[in-house]
């Protein structure tokens, strides 16, 4: 199985002050077709997930584009240009490319110091 | 709109079984590969198993593999997980996912609380 491994696992942010997220691989996330799917969702507290990343760089509609994705083979990140009061929760990053199973990291929660 | 709309939740012995219905709407069911996905109380998020477009392929996580099945109709629009032999552990709440690599539409899920 694919192991996903997110730092930090709590990131404590000034509003208005640029945020990171890193998320590491077992092994290679490019799949045969080319492609690599790694995804980026943020949860709110007590929402659902919602997307705002998918194949590791391409941005969702009406994501703010604060949001941006990167990365390739096993080392990808999220980065927050300037965080806003609304980007308090959790996100997660999930692999697509060796499945089953599909795996998730375990998830870095954001706040606002 | 695209919605998936999870019911079906509610409170379950140890040993006990119950059946998870999603409605699909907004979007053409039955061509989408279709996930369950579950979250503990507090935990993070947990792949729980997975049926292709038509039904034809299924895979389970380890965890609830032989006790979890899942299944599709396709003239109802509507996704299921039939869980037996619940134990504490499967205490979360239960989210239906469209797409096999993408995982883009999440329903809002339904609680699932395994209890004596």
């Known amino acids: 199985d694919v192991v996903m491994t997110q730092s930090p696992l709590s990131l404590p942010v000034t509003l208005g002050q640029p945020a990171s997220i890193s998320c590491t691989s077992s092994?290679?996330?490019?799949?045969?077709?080319?492609?690599?799917?790694l995804h980026w969702f943020q949860q709110r507290p007590g929402q659902s997930p919602r997307r705002l990343i998918y194949?590791?760089?391409n941005r969702d509609s009406g994501v703010p584009d604060r949001f941006s994705g990167s990365g390739s083979g096993t080392d990808f990140t999220l980065k927050i240009s300037r965080v806003e009061a609304e980007d308090v929760g959790v996100y997660y990053c999930?692999?697509?490319?060796?499945?089953?199973?599909?795996?998730f990291g375990q998830g870095t929660k954001v706040e606002i110091k | 709109q695209v919605q998936l709309v999870e019911s079906g939740g509610g409170v379950v012995q140890p040993g006990g079984s119950l059946r998870l219905p999603c409605a699909a709407s907004?979007?053409?069911?039955?061509?989408?590969?279709m996930h369950w996905v579950r979250q503990a109380p507090g935990k993070g998020l947990e792949w729980v198993a997975y049926?292709?477009?038509?039904?034809?392929?299924?895979y389970y996580a380890d965890s609830v593999k032989g006790r979890f099945t899942i299944s599709r109709d396709n003239s109802k629009n509507t996704l299921y997980l039939q869980m037996n032999s619940l134990r504490a552990e499967d205490t979360a709440v239960y989210y239906c996912?469209?797409?096999?690599?993408?995982?883009?539409?999440w329903g809002k899920g339904t609680t699932v609380t395994v209890s004596s």
């Open positions: 996912v469209r797409g096999m690599y993408y995982m883009d539409v």
């Open positions: 907004g979007f053409t069911f039955s061509t989408y590969g």
């Open positions: 049926i292709g477009y038509d039904g034809g392929n299924k």
């Open positions: 092994q290679s996330l490019v799949h045969s077709d080319g492609n690599t799917y």
């Open positions: 194949k590791v760089s």
């Open positions: 999930i692999q697509g490319t060796h499945w089953p199973p599909w795996t």
